[in-house]
């Protein structure tokens, strides 16, 4: 299972996040795919920076060839406060050269903020209007974080540590507390705490990205790192203003929790919907066994396996989506082979290869979806889209 780990210590924004999750990819393509999703005078440069002794990626969104600070003292020099709505701002996104994937998760967390901006300001959300300069940066912000969690695709995102910051902090709407209204309302339902840096930590958007993308906000399980990236902050404290991400696999090897649960009167289709929401909601396996139970009426014994530290979550969705009224637990250890993914290049697209070792064995399997796809385009059986493949890698 992959696993993204941010450590949010100096709280979050959209440039940390930006310049964190860059460092775990092709930073260079990340930066292509920015510079040509078309939206309209916006520039994103990836420049090496130091804060506090700790080096990592800074990200700079240039608007109209200005830094956002810039731009937004031009913007008030010149009196021309462009405002636009929540349906144009929509638009926008809509019109921008991303996936479609990209798109719908950009605007999911636009609505997120929107919907903080709504609560904060006491007014619908359809009435709020935001400048030219902050809806530009915002977006930018707001879509390049979401191209990097699809480039990265985590099974997994746990966010720890979450500072918001205290005193005040100076916006468009005057000097505010922190964490600023916004971020307030945004925090419904996550664990933080202010610390002692004097200073806003935590912005709208930052807060916006991690309530969207964040699976569980506590500590990852013991994980192999495969990479680690490191985003930084413009601003200085006695604290390096500094976000970090880790990106490995969840170490299989450990304590696992079996959750069994018995049930004569759900349906098929009822019983397939709930084990997919424990699937995407992170259980390592589900999987149903027939039984016949008291008046030999036939059953199903319905068991969900998942890490420890997702116990509880577990057996809450397990309560919610089947009729059972009790769950058994079962502590147990498991050893598992080590799991990598290898992308080949093939005259059918590319190919997926699953691979396993660990204890002295070696096994390797192509991914099903690739070869059902060559199967259905070439109109061959999948015996032969896997021989075709075997063979043209040769």
């Not at 319905?302 to 530290?309: I, Q, S, V």
Request: aromatic share 6%; proline share 3%.
């Amino acid at each position: 299972m992959k696993i993204l780990y941010l450590d949010c210590h100096m709280g979050a924004s959209g440039d940390l996040l930006n310049g964190a999750l860059s460092e775990l990819v092709d930073q260079k393509e990340y930066l292509e795919i920015m510079n040509q999703c078309g939206l309209e005078g916006i520039h994103f440069l990836a420049e090496t920076k130091e804060n506090g002794s700790v080096s990592g990626t800074h990200i700079q969104v240039l608007i109209d060839g200005h830094t956002e600070e810039e731009a937004s003292d031009h913007d008030h020099h010149h009196h021309h406060h462009e405002h636009h709505t929540m349906q144009e701002i929509m638009d926008t996104i809509d019109s921008l050269n991303l996936s479609e994937h990209v798109r719908s998760e950009t605007k999911a967390v636009y609505q997120l903020l929107a919907e903080a901006e709504s609560k904060a300001h006491h007014m619908p959300v359809s009435e709020i209007h935001l400048h030219e300069v902050g809806m530009k940066d915002a977006i930018a912000d707001i879509a390049g974080c979401c191209v990097l969690m699809e480039m990265i695709a985590p099974d997994r995102v746990y966010t720890g540590s979450l500072r918001t910051g205290s005193g005040t902090v100076q916006c468009a709407h005057g000097i505010l507390p922190v964490p600023a209204p916004a971020v307030a309302a945004l925090l419904e339902g996550m664990p933080f705490e202010k610390g002692d840096v004097d200073g806003e930590l935590l912005t709208p958007t930052g807060a916006a990205l991690l309530k969207h993308f964040t699976s569980s906000y506590d500590n990852p399980p013991r994980m192999i790192l495969h990479k680690e990236g490191c985003g930084v902050g413009s601003r200085h404290f006695d604290e390096p203003n500094v976000l970090r991400a880790y990106l490995g696999e969840a170490n299989d090897d450990g304590e696992v929790v079996e959750l069994v649960a018995s049930m004569d009167d759900m349906t098929g289709e009822e019983i397939g919907y709930a084990a997919n929401k424990l699937m995407s909601a992170g259980a390592l396996d589900v999987y149903t066994t027939p039984i016949y139970m008291k008046k030999n009426r036939p059953g199903v014994s319905f068991t969900c396996m998942c890490l420890k530290c997702d116990e509880q979550r577990m057996i809450a969705l397990m309560f919610k989506h089947l009729s059972t009224l009790g769950i058994r637990s079962y502590s147990s250890r498991r050893y598992v082979m080590r799991r990598t993914m290898n992308e080949w290049q093939t005259p059918y697209g590319t190919v997926h290869e699953k691979r396993a070792d660990g204890y002295g064995i070696q096994r390797s399997k192509l991914e099903y979806e690739d070869l059902a796809r060559i199967a259905d385009e070439e109109d061959i059986s999948l015996y032969a889209a896997r021989k075709l493949v075997y063979g043209s890698n040769k």
